[in-house]
């Protein structure tokens, strides 16, 4: 972005340098028809100075326009940082993550069937987080979920999205990624975020997180993605926690399955689970 940026500031002084030049032609034309040529050494003198004139006044005009326009981008560019990234830890926010999952699977939409490409949605969830708010403070829940989205961050590619759904939930759009490749990369999540420790030194507490994931190709929505990526992650809640459940978005006549399970089942599996089972 920062190169495309300066590719733009340059792009934009030269056409401010060719305004310049070609408003400096057209006084030197308006002046040799005014004064019948330029015979005269009165004549020549005047359009010097004029000329000198005008362009020691407009370069300081292009300097300040060059140099405004790169502070608005800088500006703009903060606005566009804080509109999109979660204020506490700096991944997106849930509408960015949202909005760039929905491009990025649309973009897999308007490719052919056969050029499809495989993407994974994981949900992940920080096991017992409200005991440690409650034990240990808000300012050290705010330290784990500071450490698991940097080790998020840092443990995915470049081009995958991560971003904070709310509260202690995050979402990984896994890009390219078949469900055995997304169960590797998960697992491997899993255990980095067990070896955090957040707390002060006598009161050190282990973290760890649930995920849940569905792995697809081609266009779905968004909102069923979540859904089904939702109930994989109660059933990881269920089964003990700092677990990994993913599954397969599958197709068949009746309707959308996951892993040969309706995905209305695994909705209501979901919700009994979060009856049984708190966060």
Known sequence: MRQTSID???RFSMELLGLTLTMGAIMVIAAFYA????GLPATRSTLLFCLFAFFGCALPLQIYAAARIAGLRRQNERLHHAATRDG???VLNRTAFKRAAEAEIGA????RARDAV???LLILDADHFKKI???LGHHVGDE???AIAATLRRSVRQDDLVGRLGGEEFAILLKDARLEE???VAERLRRAIERLEVGPADRRTRLSVSAGGVAFRGPVAFQALYKMADANLYQAKRTGRNRVELTRLGALARGATIEGKPVERRLREAKDARRITAR
Do not use: K, M, S
């Not at 004064?35 to 330029?38: A, E, H, R, W």
């Not at 897999?108 to 490719?111: K, L, N, Y």
């Open 8 to 10: 733009d500031l340059v």
């Open 182 to 184: 997304a169960r590797i």
């Open 118 to 120: 495989h993407h994974t």
């Open 35 to 38: 004064f019948d040529g330029f």
């Open 88 to 90: 506490l830890t700096q």
């Open 133 to 135: 708010n409650d034990r």
């Open 108 to 111: 897999t939409g308007r490719r």
């Open 144 to 146: 784990a979920l500071t």
